[in-house]
């Protein structure tokens, strides 16, 4: 496999990636990967996404923004052709609330999904990544497991009518979120299945997976069912492909053979600061995007 280094010294510019057209998977960026190329404005940066052939844009931060600015982006991204990905519905880093459960904390992981549909409805969301926090020390995993499943019934039934899906993200527990109760595929697997609903389905970011578990291309086989959201990120270094050990150009041509309209979230930062670093980035995913 070419490296990194090589890649970009024979790769072509920006420019020449946005004449070959839109990529054929739903690359989706996010606010502030392109801001040195693209300015500040958030507008500014999904034009110059569309320029360069993306199709799909994600934004963990989009219930944290203005009415204005959520109306502002999503009559952008429909003129433009960008699908929106995901936002953060609720991800809980401090206390076990899910592991706990209770009745208070199924009434306000309901309430939190009830302002996530809103926010959904005005930017076009379909997807919501829900993170069920830490696992408590003191209760039995099983017992944790159930309350779980319990809470996110919940929020599942609240998004079920409008046709909304919440992602489970599992998240790696050895280099960025030790602690956390959700940390495998097969493990959000088994609580999907539980749940029981078509609003509830797994988040595979395969950078946290391949720190994890590894076994990326069997794992998206066996938990296909359950999936709905992909993300990437090489590692090590969670930045852009080519930078690291995972074989991108083979597992995106593996999902496109699944199902290309699934939508691939960006979830790295740049390797490479400025302009030609974003290019850079740009042109990885074009060789990615390649098979």
């Known amino acids: 496999m070419m490296t990194a280094t ?4 024979s790769s072509s510019s920006a420019s020449s990636s946005s004449a070959a057209g839109k990529f054929k998977l739903k690359y989706a960026p996010h606010f502030g990967m392109f801001g040195d190329s693209a300015g500040g404005d958030l507008v500014d940066q999904l034009k110059y996404a569309a320029d360069q052939g993306f199709h799909a844009w994600e934004d963990n931060g989009m219930m944290g923004r ?9 009559k952008a991204m429909t003129q433009l052709g960008i699908q929106m990905g995901v936002f953060v519905a609720d991800a809980e880093w401090g206390k076990p609330v899910y592991a706990l459960g209770g009745e208070d904390a199924k009434a306000s992981l309901k309430k939190k999904a009830e302002a996530a549909v809103e926010v959904a409805k005005r930017v076009n969301a379909k997807w919501m990544t829900v993170v069920p926090g830490p696992y408590d020390l003191r209760l039995a995993w099983d017992y944790q497991t159930a309350n779980v499943v319990e809470c996110l ?16 993200e599992p998240l790696n527990p050895y280099r960025d979120h030790p602690g ?23 988040l595979f970011d395969m950078y946290h997976q391949q720190i994890t578990e590894g076994n990326i291309i069997p794992n ?30 083979n597992i995106f041509k593996h999902i496109a053979k699944k199902d290309p309209e699934l939508i691939i979230g960006m979830e790295h930062g740049v390797s490479q600061g400025g302009r030609e670093g974003e290019e850079k980035l740009v042109n990885a995913y074009r060789w990615c995007d390649d098979f």
């Open 153 to 168: 019934k919940v929020m599942a039934g609240v998004f079920e009518p409008h046709g909304l899906v919440m992602v489970l």
């Open 220 to 249: 998206i086989d066996l938990a296909w069912s359950e999936v709905a959201y992909f993300q990437c990120g090489d590692n090590p270094g969670r930045q852009e492909p080519l930078t690291g050990e995972m074989n991108y150009r």
């Open 6 to 9: 090589g890649f970009a010294m």
């Open 66 to 74: 203005s009415v204005a600015d959520q109306e502002r982006c999503a």
């Open 180 to 202: 956390m109760f959700l940390s495998r595929i097969p493990q959000a697997f088994q609580i999907c299945k539980a749940v029981g609903s078509p609003a509830c389905k797994i």
